[in-house]
């Protein structure tokens, strides 16, 4: 592997970013286990995660003006101090409470535990859009799409240890450990960025454009000059629309092939696939057409979801989900990639967060959609409707097949759109964009 630009600042703002994301999604993780444990309340779990993710999707634009605006290296240390003050904020919330404050879902300061550490978590959104735009100063261009590789798979390492630990700390004592670890770790990360060198003169060019503001408008402008860009983002929401899906039936799916206990152990393993993918793409690189690749990969993606739920069985489930960690830091550093090259550096952070608003924004609302449909609509259709009585001699029959005819169907829905986008005219802009660049 081999990264030329500034390899020393490169590789330290990895290890920086590597431990801020996992004691940020440690304190997520915990303060959703955490909830349900205190209140047995699923409803309440899941309007904490509803809400996160609305948050996630409404931030992203703004976080990504503040980007551009300001030094990147500066916004890294903002994130993390913001989160660090609000983790402080909540602990003194958690640790002043009388016995059993927070067994009430409806509880006023349960509320303002999860407020406080909501906002610590999004907080640190503004580093996941600083850290691409950061490779495309330190990291020359034809070694970028391997260095998007290695934050894929820093991503990765982030999935696998975190529910981990964040389980191991709750169960220890509650939600101090995970807050004394979390205002650690971001005093650790605060001091050592501050001492790691980055020149970001290349980012004065531009730089007092709108000032901060949220900057909508002219954000769809940058995009909308980029030929083939806004069809880039939309079939990477479209993507994440159907990926909704996954969200919403995968641990049913998985549930009712095996128990709870292997079906975690199975998706620490399945999870290595995001650091395998991200170490091959550091290795190799994503070739001459990123584009292409992204497609392509799309292609396998929706492939490989049609074909995995066609028998029930744990082994088909298990290679077809590592197939698709595996390839999902492809998909994630061909877009950085393009976007990186094609999108003048001054600007890439207001377009990092459009990005990330209009595609984290697709899954949840998918989510929300598909459950009811598959409870109500494709279960009774596989048990005993028509479905079970046309297709259930080879398809199989019950709950699960109902689930899985839904896969099946994701994937045909997939494979079609994929297809026709690797055939449009703004595929081939893009790809003609890229190439020129």
Same mark, same amino acid.
């Given at each position: 592997?081999?990264?030329? &630009?500034?390899?020393?600042?490169?590789?330290?703002?990895?290890?920086?970013?590597?431990?801020?994301?996992?004691?940020?999604?440690?304190?997520?993780?915990?303060?959703?286990?955490?909830?349900?444990? #205190?209140?047995?309340?699923?409803?309440?779990?899941?309007?904490?995660?509803?809400?996160?993710?609305?948050?996630?999707?409404?931030?992203?634009?703004?976080?990504?003006?503040?980007?551009?605006?300001?030094?990147?290296?500066? /916004? /890294?240390?903002?994130?993390?101090?913001?989160?660090?003050?609000?983790?402080?904020? %909540?602990?003194?919330?958690? @640790?002043?409470?009388?016995?059993?404050?927070?067994?009430?879902? %409806?509880? &006023?300061?349960?509320?303002?535990?999860?407020?406080?550490?909501?906002?610590?978590?999004?907080?640190?959104?503004?580093?996941?859009?600083?850290?691409?735009?950061?490779?495309?100063?330190?990291?020359? #261009?034809?070694?970028?799409?391997?260095?998007?590789?290695?934050?894929?798979?820093?991503?990765?390492?982030?999935?696998?240890?975190?529910?981990?630990?964040?389980?191991?700390?709750?169960?220890? &004592?509650?939600?101090?450990?995970?807050?004394?670890?979390?205002?650690?770790? !971001?005093?650790?990360?605060?001091?050592?960025?501050?001492?790691?060198?980055?020149? #970001?003169?290349?980012?004065?060019?531009?730089?007092? @454009?709108?000032? *901060?503001?949220?900057?909508?408008?002219?954000?769809?402008?940058?995009?909308?000059?980029?030929?083939?860009?806004?069809? !880039?983002?939309?079939?990477?929401?479209?993507?994440?629309?159907?990926?909704?899906?996954? /969200?919403?039936?995968?641990?049913?799916?998985?549930?009712?092939?095996?128990?709870?206990?292997?079906?975690?152990?199975?998706?620490?393993?399945?999870?290595?696939?995001?650091?395998?993918? =991200?170490?091959?793409?550091?290795?190799?690189?994503?070739?001459?057409?990123?584009?292409?690749?992204?497609?392509?990969?799309?292609?396998?993606?929706?492939?490989?979801?049609? !074909?995995?739920?066609?028998?029930?069985?744990?082994?088909?489930?298990?290679? *077809?989900?590592?197939?698709? /960690?595996?390839?999902?830091?492809?998909?994630?550093? %061909? #877009?950085?990639?393009?976007?990186?090259?094609?999108?003048?550096?001054?600007?890439?952070?207001?377009?990092?967060?459009?990005?990330?608003?209009?595609?984290?924004?697709?899954?949840?609302?998918?989510?929300?959609?598909?459950?009811?449909?598959?409870?109500?609509?494709?279960?009774?259709?596989?048990?005993?409707?028509?479905?079970?009585?046309?297709?259930?001699?080879?398809?199989?029959?019950?709950?699960?097949? =109902?689930?899985?005819?839904?896969?099946?169907?994701?994937?045909?829905?997939?494979?079609?759109?994929?297809?026709?986008?690797?055939?449009?005219?703004?595929?081939?802009?893009?790809?003609?964009?890229?190439?020129?660049?």
């Amino acid at each position: 592997m081999t990264i030329r &630009g500034d390899r020393p600042a490169f590789f330290h703002l990895l290890v920086s970013t590597l431990l801020v994301s996992v004691i940020n999604f440690t304190v997520w993780f915990a303060i959703t286990f955490y909830v349900f444990l #205190e209140t047995r309340s699923v409803f309440a779990t899941g309007v904490v995660s509803g809400i996160f993710l609305v948050l996630t999707a409404a931030t992203g634009i703004w976080f990504g003006s503040l980007v551009d605006h300001r030094g990147k290296k500066a /916004m /890294m240390q903002v994130s993390a101090g913001v989160s660090l003050l609000l983790y402080l904020l %909540a602990l003194a919330v958690h @640790e002043t409470a009388p016995a059993g404050a927070f067994r009430d879902p %409806a509880g &006023g300061r349960l509320w303002v535990l999860i407020v406080l550490l909501m906002l610590g978590v999004i907080a640190g959104n503004i580093r996941t859009i600083a850290l691409p735009t950061l490779v495309t100063v330190l990291v020359e #261009e034809d070694s970028r799409d391997r260095a998007n590789g290695l934050v894929g798979t820093t991503s990765g390492v982030t999935f696998l240890v975190t529910s981990v630990i964040s389980g191991v700390l709750v169960a220890a &004592g509650g939600m101090t450990w995970v807050l004394v670890l979390a205002a650690g770790v !971001l005093t650790l990360a605060l001091a050592h960025l501050a001492v790691v060198r980055i020149d #970001e003169r290349a980012a004065a060019t531009g730089a007092s @454009e709108g000032h *901060g503001r949220v900057d909508l408008r002219g954000t769809l402008r940058i995009v909308a000059q980029v030929p083939g860009l806004a069809a !880039l983002i939309v079939f990477s929401a479209f993507n994440n629309f159907l990926g909704g899906v996954f /969200m919403a039936l995968m641990d049913a799916y998985g549930l009712s092939l095996v128990s709870v206990q292997a079906w975690g152990l199975l998706w620490g393993a399945l999870s290595t696939g995001l650091i395998v993918g =991200g170490l091959l793409i550091a290795r190799t690189g994503l070739g001459r057409n990123p584009v292409w690749l992204l497609l392509a990969v799309n292609l396998v993606l929706w492939t490989v979801t049609l !074909l995995f739920p066609l028998r029930s069985s744990i082994v088909l489930l298990a290679a *077809g989900m590592y197939v698709y /960690m595996l390839l999902v830091p492809y998909a994630e550093a %061909a #877009e950085q990639t393009i976007l990186q090259k094609v999108v003048p550096y001054e600007r890439q952070g207001r377009v990092f967060g459009f990005a990330q608003s209009v595609e984290q924004s697709a899954a949840p609302l998918t989510a929300f959609l598909i459950a009811p449909v598959a409870q109500f609509v494709f279960i009774p259709f596989m048990t005993d409707g028509l479905g079970a009585r046309t297709i259930g001699r080879w398809f199989g029959t019950g709950a699960d097949r =109902g689930i899985a005819l839904v896969f099946v169907l994701t994937g045909v829905v997939g494979i079609v759109a994929t297809a026709i986008a690797m055939r449009s005219r703004p595929y081939r802009r893009l790809s003609r964009r890229h190439a020129a660049e």
